[in-house]
């Protein structure tokens, strides 16, 4: 009987900051695709569009008009999803019907003034300021008394649900900590208890240590796909430096965190030869005044293609009612994104 081979056969896989499991079936990738082909995203954008909200001088949609800024700008997202002046409120039926207020703020941050550019095509040193806007942000709405975690984020195409294709992320910062980042807190926080360390750092050291899933690296960032990952080129950006947050980065340790996010981005992009899409957010300690000695800074990417630009893997069936499923195995993937240039197609 033949041993147990990761790369040929059915298998789960654990992910030790959600504690949930994956199932990964690789024999699967060899058969035919019959599924739903995307039609191909547009290309060519004009480096100012009179019509967007978020180029300079425009009027956005809630009336108010952009300054005439150059590099980066952050505003009050004008349909924000979360308020501040939500007043407090409780609906509890039996324990079966609960509902509670939550206050919050939304706001907006243009990556860059030009309409046609996103972060991989964007200078080194313009990236890094969108870094330190993060940083920025991150210090200045965790400093609000009753803004308990901040979520920094990236949607980027069309696909992804993102309504605006000039560069922007956003940043939603709630009163109550999410459920993505209490289950990584909860994870963090065990591990720290029973190994007296940090999980993050040593699951870095193992998959340097074994090489297969890394995609790239500098001084002070690991971009590598997990072994727990869902999305087939799922990845995760992790300080080599324990660190808790974007605000703790050194100088150095900015420059790297730009560094590294153009090279993976401009990997994404090379891939398929198209603009990339994905979601992308930080995970990093809560903002709620407490010592979190568990948290380390680390960013995941989550991009829906499969095996084109125009086909794009679903969450549907089995990976809704029973858990999530992949047939490409990361260190498949890893081994895909590392061949890639990290020089922009579009550049060659």
């Not at 896989?13 to 035919?32: G, Q």
């Not at 800024?69 to 952050?74: D, E, G, K, L, Q």
Request: proline share 8%; aromatic share 10%; with cysteine.
């Amino acid at each position: 009987m033949r041993s147990f081979n990761l790369n040929d056969d059915p298998h789960r896989r654990f992910n030790p900051l959600t504690r949930e499991w994956i199932l990964v079936s690789p024999h699967r990738t060899k058969r035919p695709w019959q599924g739903q082909v995307e039609k191909p995203p547009q290309e060519e954008r004009p480096a100012y569009d009179p019509n967007c909200y978020l180029c300079p001088g425009n009027t956005r949609a809630g009336g108010v008009r952009n300054p005439e800024y150059t590099s980066t700008f952050v505003f009050t997202n004008d349909f924000a999803a979360l308020l501040p002046e939500t007043p407090p409120g409780e609906v509890n039926e039996s324990n079966l019907l609960v509902a509670r207020s939550e206050r919050g703020t939304c706001r907006v941050i243009c990556f860059s003034p030009r309409h046609d550019l996103t972060l991989p095509e964007m200078e080194e040193t313009d990236i890094r300021r969108v870094v330190d806007v993060w940083a920025d942000e991150y210090l200045d709405l965790g400093a609000k008394p009753w803004i308990n975690y901040v979520q920094i984020f990236e949607n980027k195409g069309a696909m992804m649900g993102c309504s605006n294709p000039h560069p922007h992320g956003q940043i939603w910062a709630n009163e109550t900590m999410p459920v993505e980042p209490s289950k990584e807190q909860a994870s963090l926080e065990a591990y720290r208890a029973e190994h007296g360390r940090c999980l993050l750092c040593d699951y870095v050291a193992l998959e340097e240590r074994l090489g297969e899933r890394i995609v790239c690296a500098n001084e002070h960032f690991v971009a590598l796909v997990p072994f727990w990952a869902n999305w087939p080129f799922e990845t995760m950006v992790i300080s080599r430096r324990h660190v808790a947050s974007l605000a703790e980065l050194t100088d150095a340790e900015r420059d790297g965190l730009a560094n590294i996010i153009r090279r993976l981005t401009t990997r994404y992009d090379n891939l398929f030869e198209t603009s990339f899409p994905y979601s992308m957010g930080f995970h990093q300690q809560p903002t709620d005044g407490q010592e979190h000695p568990e948290w380390h800074l680390h960013a995941h990417y989550y991009p829906p293609l499969l095996r084109s630009a125009t086909v794009r893997k679903f969450m549907v069936g089995y990976e809704m009612l029973a858990n999530p499923q992949r047939d490409l195995t990361p260190e498949a993937a890893a081994d895909r994104l590392r061949g890639l240039s990290e020089i922009h197609y579009k550049r060659r």
